[in-house]
């Protein structure tokens, strides 16, 4: 099958200490590192097999905590570059965490990477401290001073409504920003799941105020940073793109344990033990957990869901190759207020902004409900 530009995401599941709002899969026992790299290399060589014309387009190494593994980060960085046809590479991100030394970051910058995301959550030491994460603020200015050495593409990371948050740490955050004037910023609202224990679910309980921290917060960061998506902010030319990949429901492989993809309408997603990967890469299958080829319907939802995120929505050319004209109309008129079309767009408004969590969710359910009923008369398939 043939595939030109796809964008590459690697997942690297391993951390020194496990911080107690996380719920990205990631490991602390390191024995299994070297396992898991020569894992990843034998899949990174299936994917070749499958799609030989592949053109990688950006590459994201996230985690867990990259920086965590620096030289198995710059080898299969080495055997990505030698595998895959990389000659129109834009972009490649690696997540590091505060306290990556300064020679790891200059490993990372000679090995074609170019673009830094640093998590420093919250710049308040004790908010730091309460959720367990391993850095201090001054670790993340020591680290952010260095990536300024070779980097000149840096996001960071932050979330509001963590434990212990104040008024205070928002002011932090906001000068931090200031004083460090990177070229994107991520801002995520703490995420809490109702199937957490009453102990962890006390612990990671939002912030009292945490809407009016994330407004407060916000409202700063748009005065220097561009929002051009629900959680994320760049100065002119510094929009993420391999994200806006994902966003706009283009083709990306993710690779390694819990990684997924997107790939001629095949959604899957690997499984998430590090002994079952390595074990079913080693009986030379691809090791996933899940796996679908995406219905019209399924396409659709993912369209409206993911490119709604972006301040300049979805083109309604390609909704319409999944909804009838008179169905985009409905769907329109029911979420009036929320929703509006723009230059040949639908976008999100303020509003609709401002409430996107229930309004994405709802305009996916209602697209569903719509199709089923067949509403709107004949359907562009
Ligand atoms: S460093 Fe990141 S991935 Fe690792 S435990 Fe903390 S939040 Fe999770």
Redesign the pocket.
């Known amino acids: 099958m043939s595939l030109s530009e796809v964008s590459l995401y690697l997942h690297v599941p ?6 107690s ?4 899969v ?1 490991y ?1 026992d390191f024995s299994s590192v070297d396992d898991y790299f020569e894992a990843v290399y034998k899949e990174l060589l299936l994917w070749k097999q499958e799609y030989p014309y592949a053109r990688l387009s950006t590459i994201y190494i996230g ?3 990259p920086s965590d593994v620096p030289n198995w980060v710059n080898k299969t960085l080495h055997h990505i570059f030698r595998i895959f046809d990389t000659s129109r590479c834009e972009e490649v991100t690696v ?1 590091v ?1 505060p306290g990556c030394s300064a020679e790891v970051l200059k490993s990372f910058s000679r090995m074609g990477v170019n673009r830094l995301s640093i ?1 420093l ?1 919250c710049a308040d030491d004790e908010v730091l401290n309460f959720v ?3 850095h201090s603020v001054s670790d993340f200015l020591k680290t952010y001073s260095d990536a300024r050495r070779y980097f000149q593409n840096v996001n960071i990371d932050f979330i509001v409504g963590l434990p212990k948050e104040t008024e205070k740490s928002i002011e932090e955050n906001i000068s931090t920003l200031k004083r460090c004037d990177p070229e994107h910023v991520s801002v995520y609202m703490l995420e809490t799941h109702s199937n957490e224990t009453q102990e962890v679910s006390e612990k990671l309980s939002l912030a009292e105020d945490a809407d009016e921290h994330y407004e407060m917060f916000i409202t700063e960061v748009e005065k220097t940073w561009k929002r051009y998506e629900i959680s994320n902010f760049s100065k002119v030319g510094f929009k993420c793109i391999h994200n806006l990949r994902y966003w706009n429901n283009q083709q990306y492989i993710g690779v390694g344990v819990s990684a997924g993809g997107h790939i001629q309408k095949m959604r899957y997603v690997n499984c998430v033990s590090i002994k079952d990967y390595i074990s079913r890469i080693d009986e030379g299958k691809f090791p996933r957990a899940f796996q679908r080829l995406n219905s019209p319907l399924e396409e659709l939802k993912e369209r409206l869901f993911m490119g709604l995120r972006l301040e300049n929505g979805v083109k309604i050319e390609e909704l319409l190759e999944y909804m009838s004209q008179d169905e985009l109309e409905i769907m329109c008129k029911k979420f009036e207020g929320l929703v509006e079309k723009q230059k040949g767009r639908i976008v999100l408004t303020q509003k609709g902004f401002d409430f996107s969590k229930s309004v994405l969710l709802n305009i996916v359910d209602y697209v569903e409900t719509l199709q089923s009923m067949g509403g709107g008369g004949c359907v562009v398939r």
């Open positions: 391993f951390c020194k200490s496990r911080c709002y996380c719920d990205f990631s602390t985690g867990g905590t997540e965490n998590g959550q367990k994460r391993r």
